[in-house]
C-alpha cells in the first residue's frame, strides 16, 4: 500500500529546497576549471550520467553519508529520496556501468577528501568551513 503523505512531504521539501537553492555550497579541488556549473550538470555528474562538465572539466562525484545533508542535496538538486538515489547507483555498478562514488561522514571530511583528491566535487552545508576547496556557483 502506497503512503500517499510520504510522497507529499518529499515533493513539498523538493519544492521548499528548489526555491531556496538548497543549503548547501557546491564544492570542488581546485582542480576543476569551471566556477560555476548548472542543475543539470551537477544531476548528470552525480547519477552516472556524465564524467564531465559542460566546460570539459572530468569530474568524480562524493557523496555524504545519508543524512540531512544528502537528503537536502538529493531533494535541491537529484529530485530522488536517498533510497531510490543510491539504488540507481547499485544498478549502474551491478550492471558494470560505474562504481559507487565515495562517501565520506561529515562536511569536515568532505572539505579535506575533495581539497586532497584532484577532480573531486560535493557537497556541504553553506555553514561549513570550506578553506582548501573552490565553491562553486550554481546556475
Known sequence: ??????TFLFVAALSVCARHGGAQLIIANSSVKSADVSKGDLKDVFTGA???????SHVTPVLQKPGAASEEFLAAYIGKADAAFRATWRSLV???QGSMPK?????AAMVAFVGATPGTIGYISKAAAHEGVKVLAVK
Open 94 to 96: 551491478f550492471s558494470g
Open 103 to 107: 562517501t565520506v561522514d561529515s562536511d
Open 1 to 6: 500500500m502506497k503512503k500517499p503523505w510520504l
Open 50 to 56: 556524465a564524467s564531465s562538465l559542460k566546460d570539459g
